[in-house]
């Protein structure tokens, strides 16, 4: 017997934990965790990290007064590269400039497996800098998240051998000073998109594990939530919209839907709708676009889309089914809930008595 709901109540923020069983509601929760993560290991250990990205434009403004000058730095930096005043101390070895000792940064994590992962990342699109990178060894262990960072710069022995003091670079890195300061602040944000995108990779096999033993508890291995409003949700899926837009425009339980949508009507299968074909991912109404179907096919429509998507036995969550329909497609639809309701855990929010009275029965 599925579970009905007269008036109304939004499941939204009470079904909230079952997200993880939809592609786009795990997808968003790790995200949620990764962006979570690396805010407070940002703000945790902020000093070290600016350090490391004045470092890494003090190298750059180096490199390229030495090439604009055409000199070889293979011959300059290895008499000068401890006198040189960066914010963090390099060294030099095997014609590679690295940092004289690598930053460790670390914060708290609620997860106690452990996992680790290393990671190059390329500076030359923030730098101009060919050959240039910070490589990163990320550990996940005892409830904390710790990363282990260095600068790497592999120098070309090409130019002139030419002198230079470590007083002429140590006067060119107080000049430019503002301006690495500038860059290191616009910077930040493309390396906190790096490594937002590391701690996923890593708590992803994590978070698979999560998910598994939530369906197995629950009994199910998949949710959909599926929103009134229908029509405005498969007009859309049918726009231009960007997912950032969509994101921007529309309610998460919403945007679940949405997705939804484009993945079922690649495979679309009718249920509830009639005349509606599915032509190369594009769904038909009498032979026209679905986009010019009144508002009941279309709501229809939506609902057989996100079926279509589903897999395994499911938590369906479905608001007011008898939206803009006839007291007789109503009747017809109120037999294929039941039918649903056999093989999936059905929830119906609806205004309807009639519904209420036989999906209870």
Not at 206 to 231: M, T, V
Request: charged content about 30%.
């Amino acid at each position: 017997m599925c579970k009905v709901i007269y008036g109304y109540d939004d499941l939204s923020e009470k079904l909230r934990e079952y997200y993880i069983l939809d592609p786009t509601g795990f997808t968003n929760y790790k995200k949620r965790i990764a962006f979570d993560l690396n805010f407070k290991l940002q703000r945790k250990n902020s000093e070290k990290l600016r350090n490391l990205y004045f470092t890494i434009f003090e190298i750059s403004t180096i490199m390229r007064e030495l090439n604009f000058r055409m000199i070889n730095p293979n011959y300059v930096i290895p008499s000068i590269i401890n006198k040189i005043n960066t914010t963090l101390p390099l060294s030099w070895r095997n014609n590679e400039i690295t940092l004289k000792e690598p930053i460790e940064i670390e914060t708290e994590t609620s997860f106690d497996e452990k996992t680790e992962s290393s990671i190059i990342i390329d500076l030359f699109e923030l730098t101009g800098i060919k050959n240039f990178q910070i490589k990163a060894k990320v550990e996940l262990a005892e409830r904390k998240l710790k990363a282990k960072l260095d600068i790497s710069l592999k120098i070309e022995s090409k130019g002139i051998s030419k002198s230079v003091s470590d007083e002429e670079i140590n006067k060119l890195l107080q000049v430019t000073s503002r301006e690495v300061n500038q860059k290191s602040l616009i910077s930040q944000s493309q390396l906190d998109e790096i490594g937002e995108n590391l701690i996923e990779s890593m708590i992803e096999p994590i978070l698979l594990r999560e998910r598994e033993e939530f369906e197995r508890k629950a009994g199910f291995n998949d949710f959909i939530y599926i929103p009134s409003d229908r029509a405005l949700l498969l007009n859309a899926s049918e726009s231009a919209l960007s997912n950032e837009e969509i994101a921007q425009l529309f309610s998460e339980k919403c945007v679940l839907t949405i997705n939804r949508i484009k993945e079922g009507i690649k495979n679309f299968k009718p249920f509830f709708s009639e005349d509606i074909k599915n032509e190369n991912g594009v769904l038909y109404w009498k032979n026209e676009s679905i986009t010019k179907a009144p508002p009941s096919v279309k709501s229809l429509a939506v609902i057989d889309s996100v079926l279509s998507s589903i897999k395994g036995k499911t938590l369906i969550v479905i608001e007011y089914p008898e939206e803009y329909l006839t007291e007789e497609e109503i009747d017809k639809v109120t037999r294929l809930l039941k039918k649903l309701d056999e093989e999936h855990e059905l929830i119906i929010i609806t205004g309807n008595k009639k519904i209420k009275e036989a999906c209870e029965k």
